[in-house]
């Protein structure tokens, strides 16, 4: 039988973290190790983060460029913070593989029964300043990682058809 991976076919991104959970750090550990491995455009590996566990001051202040915006997230176990930086003038796949790092850290989650929702409602500008991301570094997507909350469930996810997929043949 072909069938998704019970790790892809079980990820879904709760709105919601239970705010007692703690996350531990070898699991935010093999996070980072998992991105560590992902693929990139000549091997460049241009991604970073800034991470935070709830009840460390880096939480706190990721909490803060998220407050406001996606107050759904105050209270995960684990605040993540990803940045690409673009090299050079050779053509730009850093966007493209900070994604591929980020999702093999949502797998790695899903592997250690944890769940992530990304998200890009936070303070960008704010996140910058606080951590001094400057360019050629670029803040990209928080990752909000946890159990999911209460009265949070993965129903209603929809996906376009298949067939959508494959346009030009
Ligand atoms: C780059 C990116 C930005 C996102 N930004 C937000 C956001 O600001 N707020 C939010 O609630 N969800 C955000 N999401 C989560 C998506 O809405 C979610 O992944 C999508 O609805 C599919 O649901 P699933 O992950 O459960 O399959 C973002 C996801 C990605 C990949």
Redesign the pocket.
Known sequence: MNEMTPLLAG???P?GFDRTHVVGSGQIECMLQAARWAPSAMNRQPWAFVVGRRGDRVHERLEGLARG??D?ALGASALVLAAYRTEGDEPDYALHDLGGAVAHMSVQAEAMGLHV?????YDHEGARTAFGIDPPWTP??MLAVGIPGPGTS?AG?ERKPIGELTPWQ
């Open positions: 990820r879904w991104s709105r915006l996606s759904w929702r990304q998200f890009a409602g990209v997507v993965p996810r």
